[in-house]
């Protein structure tokens, strides 16, 4: 079963049931990143909380530990030495991680497209399949909009954008002793005069420059400069040729060889997400000791979790709704209301697929059959990941105001492409958050401030339950809105949708 979105590592997945439904399977929580035992906690909430999250309970952790030292240690003026030495492992870490970029978007679309074309072996299920990616569709580029309009509005990089060697800022003006040199290196003014003299693309040519990144001429130098859109039309293509089994028949060699290796390519990139909270607190202390204006970059962080919230809120609760209404000319409010419990699990447990049992119960109070509500949140799950897209989108243009990189057309075109392909695509990664932002980077040419998704990571741990929601809640509102078109004239629930259950 598929991690939804960017989903923490979940403490619980989707099992399969003796009678054909699905079941939460029980967290093993013995081990914390598979070196720290935390029997020693007497019994209670806090013991329960971590136990049932133990990576969460160390992401916060290492939070709390990176702001710590590296707020007692910024005021010391440290050497560019120590700072370096002190982030070798967050940077391996995000190495690492760069390291998985292809192979997970790579075999993640393969597998998706290749899941799609056995699930669509029926002329009721084909029909489904296109509703709901025609929906998937609409909600994305509403999502896009959305989210592309909240950061160029409040622009919240721009504040945390470090000054030139000899500036002074505000917070500094009071100070004993400037910052040292290298600590305001990330953004000289001849840097920024650069940026800012860079000619603009014009509309046609940014929409060419997407058009042809997306069909390159050698697959493999795609691949090695990192054109994300190029290996994802390759992976499409061969997806879409490979042979298929039909409905429950077992799976082709293809389809097997593509299983084996997203599952080995799985188990990489969870172990290396094990290593998270050590990782952020290395990361955070090299970050804050070399921040020039400390104030400034927190300020920033926190427009940054507004524009967010804002922009995902809006989405969920405006967006979506009107769409709902639009297509069944039904008011939303008995929606929230049946579906609220599976909103609220995603958003405490940071998972779709460990919510997956909770969505499929209140779909069952809202009437929709139990074979086409399967059907259609497994494929939710792997293919509507709005609140992902829109997360990637905002952080990756949040790192580009932050260098004073003005985003024009192409880049704007370029994040909305790459946000919404490789959310799609991440759909079965957990932690997927970080990969993905990390490919939304390389597409614009941002690949060098990587390192700055450290102050992403103070806040993703409760920005990823907020999107998960509304991943979660985008998969419910188009199952009733396919089964609304789905119905006969005249009838309340039934629908043709033999091959439904055969194919889920």
């Not at 399977?25 to 133990?54: H, M, N, S, T, Y």
């Not at 000054?163 to 505000?170: C, E, I, K, R, Y």
């Not at 879409?240 to 990489?268: C, D, H, R, W």
């Given at each position: 079963?598929?991690?939804?979105?960017?989903?923490?590592?979940?403490?619980?997945?989707?099992?399969?049931?003796?009678?054909?439904?699905?079941?939460?399977?029980?967290?093993?929580?013995?081990?914390?990143?598979?070196?720290?035992?935390w029997r020693w906690l007497p019994?209670?909430?806090?013991?329960?909380?971590?136990?049932?999250?133990?990576?969460?309970?160390?992401?916060?952790?290492?939070?709390?530990?990176?702001?710590?030292?590296?707020?007692?240690?910024?005021?010391?003026?440290?050497?560019?030495?120590?700072?370096?030495?002190?982030?070798?492992?967050?940077?391996?870490?995000?190495?690492?991680?760069?390291?998985?970029?292809?192979?997970?978007?790579?075999?993640?679309?393969?597998?998706?497209?290749?899941?799609?074309?056995?699930?669509?072996?029926?002329?009721?299920?084909?029909?489904?399949?296109?509703?709901?990616?025609?929906?998937?569709?609409?909600?994305?580029?509403?999502?896009?909009?959305?989210?592309?309009?909240?950061?160029t509005l409040i622009q919240p990089?721009?504040?945390?954008?470090?000054?030139?060697?000899?500036?002074?800022?505000?917070?500094?003006?009071?100070?004993?002793?400037?910052?040292?040199?290298?600590?305001?290196?990330?953004?000289?003014?001849?840097?920024?005069?650069?940026?800012?003299?860079?000619?603009?693309?014009?509309?046609?040519?940014?929409?060419?420059?997407?058009?042809?990144?997306?069909?390159?001429?050698?697959?493999?130098?795609?691949?090695?400069?990192?054109?994300?859109?190029?290996?994802?039309?390759?992976?499409?293509?061969?997806?879409?040729?490979?042979?298929?089994?039909?409905?429950?028949?077992?799976?082709?060699?293809?389809?097997?060889?593509?299983?084996?290796?997203?599952?080995?390519?799985?188990?990489?990139?969870?172990?290396?997400?094990?290593?998270?909270?050590?990782?952020?607190?290395?990361?955070?202390?090299?970050?804050?000791?070399?921040?020039?204006?400390?104030?400034?970059?927190?300020?920033?962080?926190?427009?940054?979790?507004?524009?967010?919230?804002?922009?995902?809120?809006?989405?969920?609760?405006?967006?979506?709704?009107?769409?709902?209404?639009?297509?069944?000319?039904?008011?939303?409010?008995?929606?929230?209301?049946?579906?609220?419990?599976?909103?609220?699990?995603?958003?405490?447990?940071?998972?779709?697929?460990?919510?997956?049992?909770?969505?499929?119960?209140?779909?069952?109070?809202?009437?929709?059959?139990?074979?086409?509500?399967?059907?259609?949140?497994?494929?939710?799950?792997?293919?509507?990941?709005?609140?992902?897209?829109?997360?990637?989108?905002?952080?990756?243009?949040?790192?580009?105001?932050?260098?004073?990189?003005?985003?024009?057309?192409?880049?704007?075109?370029?994040?909305?492409?790459?946000?919404?392909?490789?959310?799609?695509?991440?759909?079965?990664?957990?932690?997927?958050?970080?990969?993905?932002?990390?490919?939304?980077?390389?597409?614009?040419?941002?690949?060098?401030?990587?390192?700055?998704?450290?102050?992403?990571?103070?806040?993703?741990?409760?920005?990823?339950?907020?999107?998960?929601?509304?991943?979660?809640?985008?998969?419910?509102?188009?199952?009733?809105?396919?089964?609304?078109?789905?119905?006969?004239?005249?009838?309340?629930?039934?629908?043709?949708?033999?091959?439904?259950?055969?194919?889920?």
């Amino acid at each position: 079963m598929h991690v939804g979105g960017s989903d923490m590592a979940a403490p619980l997945e989707a099992a399969p049931r003796d009678d054909g439904g699905l079941r939460a399977a029980p967290a093993e929580p013995e081990w914390f990143c598979g070196c720290v035992r935390w029997r020693w906690l007497p019994d209670g909430c806090i013991k329960q909380a971590i136990q049932k999250d133990p990576l969460l309970a160390g992401t916060l952790i290492g939070v709390a530990c990176g702001l710590v030292v590296g707020l007692a240690l910024a005021p010391a003026n440290i050497a560019k030495w120590v700072n370096e030495l002190v982030s070798i492992p967050g940077e391996c870490f995000l190495r690492l991680l760069k390291m998985l970029v292809l192979p997970l978007v790579f075999g993640s679309i393969m597998g998706g497209v290749m899941s799609l074309r056995r699930m669509g072996s029926g002329d009721a299920v084909r029909q489904t399949a296109r509703r709901a990616l025609g929906l998937y569709l609409l909600t994305y580029l509403f999502a896009m909009a959305n989210a592309l309009l909240m950061v160029t509005l409040i622009q919240p990089g721009h504040g945390a954008a470090a000054p030139s060697p000899g500036a002074t800022n505000v917070s500094d003006a009071n100070a004993t002793s400037p910052p040292p040199r290298w600590q305001c290196e990330t953004s000289t003014a001849d840097e920024v005069n650069e940026l800012a003299g860079r000619p603009r693309p014009t509309l046609m040519t940014s929409l060419t420059n997407v058009i042809y990144g997306a069909l390159p001429t050698n697959v493999v130098r795609a691949a090695a400069e990192t054109n994300i859109l190029g290996v994802i039309t390759f992976a499409v293509l061969l997806a879409a040729y490979l042979p298929v089994g039909v409905g429950s028949a077992p799976p082709t060699q293809a389809e097997a060889a593509v299983q084996g290796m997203n599952e080995v390519i799985f188990k990489i990139a969870t172990a290396v997400l094990g290593a998270t909270p050590y990782a952020i607190c290395s990361l955070i202390i090299g970050r804050v000791t070399a921040a020039c204006d400390i104030g400034a970059q927190f300020a920033s962080l926190g427009w940054f979790i507004a524009t967010v919230l804002t922009s995902i809120l809006l989405h969920g609760f405006v967006t979506l709704p009107l769409i709902y209404a639009a297509f069944t000319r039904r008011s939303p409010v008995m929606f929230y209301k049946t579906f609220a419990k599976a909103f609220l699990t995603a958003l405490a447990i940071s998972s779709s697929a460990a919510s997956l049992p909770v969505t499929l119960a209140c779909a069952d109070d809202f009437g929709v059959p139990p074979e086409l509500s399967k059907f259609m949140l497994v494929l939710g799950a792997t293919a509507n990941m709005d609140g992902t897209a829109m997360y990637e989108a905002i952080a990756a243009l949040y790192i580009m105001q932050r260098h004073s990189a003005g985003a024009g057309v192409a880049d704007l075109i370029l994040v909305a492409v790459t946000a919404s392909l490789s959310a799609m695509g991440a759909a079965a990664i957990p932690s997927a958050g970080l990969v993905t932002l990390i490919t939304v980077l390389q597409a614009v040419g941002m690949e060098e401030h990587v390192s700055d998704i450290a102050y992403i990571m103070v806040v993703d741990w409760f920005l990823d339950r907020v999107r998960t929601s509304v991943n979660v809640m985008g998969d419910a509102f188009a199952l009733c809105i396919v089964h609304k078109a789905s119905k006969r004239p005249g009838e309340d629930g039934g629908i043709e949708l033999q091959d439904v259950h055969t194919a889920a």
